[in-house]
């Protein structure tokens, strides 16, 4: 894990997406502790959320949004033991994990809707393609939570966001409408 914490390190100092390197840093460890301690789940999160972008979102089971009422803060989890257990228990939910600039989590099983991931992925890549996961670069087939994460990358400006696959626990890490970081897990 360290090691992949180190590569991931030295792709966030390249990176000009306006966010704290600690708050980035933070996360993506959390990912790998989950990823190292549980198999087989989904994981979608939005780092820099802004409230103007809330037009985007829908819920479809409230229930899901544990952090609507009770905001925790990424950097706070070793101060709140509590709060680690809340951000695993999301990885059992549908949608995003919206993550404001400063670290708060503010609310977690999210529909984000309206990117048009292929109208994006012609933008940033434009001619023709077997699928969009070979359009905006995925070195095998990814399905709507990863075309939803690399397209809001795009569309929410000045956001990293994370996901994880929950058929083959491939994590990639999204900015500008990029993959910068991705640990193709080989069976």
């Known amino acids: 894990m360290n090691n992949q914490i180190l590569k991931i390190e030295k792709i966030f100092l390249k990176s000009n997406v306006d966010l704290s390197l600690s708050l980035k840093l933070k996360i993506a460890e959390l990912i ?27 819920i479809s089971d409230k229930t899901q949004d544990i ?29 995003a994990i919206l993550i404001d600039k400063k670290g708060n989590v503010i609310h977690s099983g999210m529909i984000i809707e309206g990117l048009r991931p292929k109208v994006i992925a012609q933008k940033i890549n434009p001619g023709r393609f077997k699928d969009l996961s070979e359009q905006f670069g995925f070195k095998e087939k990814v399905h709507s939570r990863h075309l939803a994460a690399i397209a809001s990358s795009y569309v929410f400006k000045n956001t990293t966001i994370f996901t994880v696959s929950e058929e083959t626990d491939n994590f990639h890490i999204f900015e500008k409408g990029k993959i910068i970081y991705s640990n193709i897990v080989v069976f």
């Open 67 to 95: 952090f609507a009422r009770r905001h925790i803060n990424i950097m706070k989890i070793k101060e709140r033991p509590s709060a680690r257990h809340d951000i695993s228990t999301t990885i059992n939910f549908d949608g």
């Open 32 to 58: 790998l502790s989950l990823i190292k301690h549980r198999k087989k789940f989904g994981l979608f999160i939005i780092l820099g959320w802004q409230r103007k972008w809330n037009k985007f979102t829908d």
